[in-house]
Every structure is written in C-alpha cells, then in structure tokens.
C-alpha cells in the first residue's frame, strides 16, 4: 500500500520515520556532491538532502528546478544541534531522501514566489499569474486565515441558534444606492434578473416566514465607478437577521462574535473599548466629522481596534434639489416611532433606527430595525420619489408579505474584506480574496469582462451599440 502523506510541517514530529512528502520545489542548489531542497506544500517548507549513497535519486534531483511539482520519499532526521535552523519552523529536522518522482516540470515564474512580505510584482503582473502569487506565504495566509474566520462566524451563529439559508443571486433588483448588475433572461425576452446588491428583501422575507434568526455569508454585487479606495463589485456580507429583537440585542451579537473571533485569532490585537461605545451620529459628527471615526487611541498602531457603534441615524441625508428625499441606509429602515409625524411636517428630521460599526476609520458593517408598517414603508417610498404604481411593482411582493403577520425584526450586515484587511493589515480590500478585481474591475488572469459569441447574444435578444 501507498505510504500516507505527511504535510511538511508534520515532519517535526515524526522523526525517525519514513515519510511520503508531495509538494513544490521552492529552492534547489548543489553543494558540493548533494542536492539540498526547500519543499513546499500548503503548510510550509521542509529542508530535503539527497546524498550519495543513494547515486540514482541524487542523478535525478539534479534535475530540479524551482516550482516542480515532486514526490519525495525520505527519512526525517534531527539536525545536529549547529544546524538547527530557528528561523523556520520545520528548522530542526531534515529529510534525508530515498525517492523522487517528478510530477511536473515549470518555467521560470515570472516573478520569485517569496516566502517574505514583500509584493514587488505589480498587481497587474501578480494578477495574471494569480495562481502563483497566491503560492506566496503571505497570501497562503491570508486565504487560510479567511476560511477560519468564516468557520467561526458559522459556528459561532450555529450555537446561538442561527440558521444558515441561501438566497438567490439571480434576484430581483433591490435598492442599496448602487447601480445593478443585470442578467439578461433567454425564456423571457427584454426581461433581467438581477444580482443582489444584498439579500435584503429575501431576508425580511425570511422573517415573515418564521425563521428568526437567519444568517448567511452572502455575495453581493454593486456597479460602482471605479474608485480607487472603493469596495469591489463583488464582494461578501456576513448578512443577519433576526425577529422579536431590539436593537441593542442586534448590536451585542455582532461585538461578542468578532470580540471571540480576534481573541482566539489575533491575540496580538488589542480591542480598544470594551463594550464598545454607542455613538449618536451627531456626536459623531459633531467630534469627528465623519460617521467612521477614527477612534484609536495611537493611529500609527496596527494592533489596535476601535470599534465604535454609530446610531440615532438621521432617516435621510439632505434634501435634494429637486425636493426627494434619499435614504441614509435604506428605505427599509425603520423611524424612531415618535418621530413617525414628521414624515409628513419635517422629513428632515426623522431619526431612523440604522445602526453602523466603525472601526478605525472604516465603516465596516450597516443595518437597521426594519419598518414594518404598510403606511410608513408606502410614505418614506413617496418621500424618496417612487410613485405609487412604481412601488407596487418594486415592492407590492413586500407590502403583501406584510399583510400576513410579519414579525418586529431587524438586521445587518458585516463586510467580510474590509475587516479582513484591517485585521491582516492588508493595505486593499483586493488582497484579501483568491481572485480579486483589479481597481478598476477586470479580472485579468481569465480576462473578464470579455466578448461572447454573437450566437449566445442571438438567444439572449441583445444587440450591442457600439459607442
Ligand atoms: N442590506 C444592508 C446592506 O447591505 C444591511 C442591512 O440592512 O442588513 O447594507
């Protein structure tokens, strides 16, 4: 029978053993008559000697060349006491090696694949060859550290009795102040899904049907003009939603999940504020001229993490030219319920029930207590310029739904990038997933947007107009 696979880092703990290693040539040199070997598989590297006493292996590992892919067969030895390598974690032991296959040849990558920080490449070059930077141990790490935190925040919502539920990314357009993405129909000509700017409507929908407590890492697109510092076109949410809840009850679920998170994942982190303060947005604006503070206590410490809950939104920013009113969060949000009059005397005026997080000058999630009232959901929509008839087609399914009973619930919804690059210290939202957008939008390794066939065009009633 085949030997089992050990990961290279496992070696420090087996040794004496023979072992089966798969993995890339990181390194390869000659020293004198042996061949020495960084092997690197998604664990780390491991040092591998070829030898004389074994003349055919060390014949064929002359061959290697940086980024082969090989199997390796071998004794894991202890390295003699001046040999130990402290730098590396596997730097106690090597592997003397007893066979080589070779699985695959490589050209030479067109940039060194470091095991260090450093980024020399340009995006755009790294981007082409996505799949060989993300060979780099930074972005291993990074990829790695995602998957983890994404498992504890399932988890973590599993045992508070969260249930997880997709919802669909051929959607109905929902507002989130962005452009859609539309998806022409084939069956139903001139007609267009859309991808969800969020699983807003869905989720309330949820509620209605009885599942109190909802959550999903969900996807969400938006088609926003290239920005350098924007959030990409595609993207994911933690997204919650909960019924029978106050806000507060909303706010204390979100600080207890990522205060465990970090604690368990970045103990090097300090968290500033414990609880996290409760900011009205005019105190905001009014301290910090902005509703995404900045609130550390040293700015130039990357360890540090100010979160901050911003709430008492006003329900729409100012008024426009044209007399419409938009939404500071969405028109879904609730109004204070003494401020419920002023919809009609002083829109202005109304507080709303949307609730922000802010952490180190970032908003990194939003949601509200959701209104759940026919009248002031049909009143906040006239406020924001939807017509009647406009209404009942964009959201007669909501109105309806709320004619059967909807329960009291309210949501959020966390960015999943934003923190991820502030936690990793990643200085762009890009670097933080395995195939990124570059900043203004194309993914060059497959190369997206691209033409397509006229044929498929023909079935999907499109005719291009060329500009
Ligand atoms: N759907 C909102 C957003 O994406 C969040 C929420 O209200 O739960 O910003």
Redesign the pocket.
Known sequence: MRMKRLLVTETVNNTDKQVRLNGWVHMARRMGKMVFVDLRDVSGIVQVVFTPDKAEVLEAAKKLRSEFVVEITGTVSKRPEKLINKEMATGSVEVQAEGLKILAESKTPPFEIVETEKMDASEELRFKYRYLDLRRARNQRTIIVRSKLLKFMRDFLHSEGFIEIETPILAKSTP?GARDYLVPSREYPGKFYALP????QY?QMLMVAGFDKYFQIAP?FRDEDARSDRAPDQFF?L???MSFVEQGEILDLVERLYTEMIKKYFPEKKITFSPWPRISYAEAMAKNKTDKPDLRKNKNDSNELAFAFIVDWPFFEAERKDGKYVAH??I??APHTEDIGLLDTDPGKVRSWQHDIALNGYEI????I?STDPKVLEKVLELVGVTKEEAKIQFGHMMEAFEYGVPPH????CGIERLLAILLNEPSVREVVAFPKTADNREIMTGSPSDVDPGQLKDLHIKIVKK
């Open positions: 989130e700017q969020s699983p807003q989720k969400c949410q997204d919650i939603e969060h969405h879904f949000t999630a939003g949601g509200s959701r309210g949501g959020i919804a």
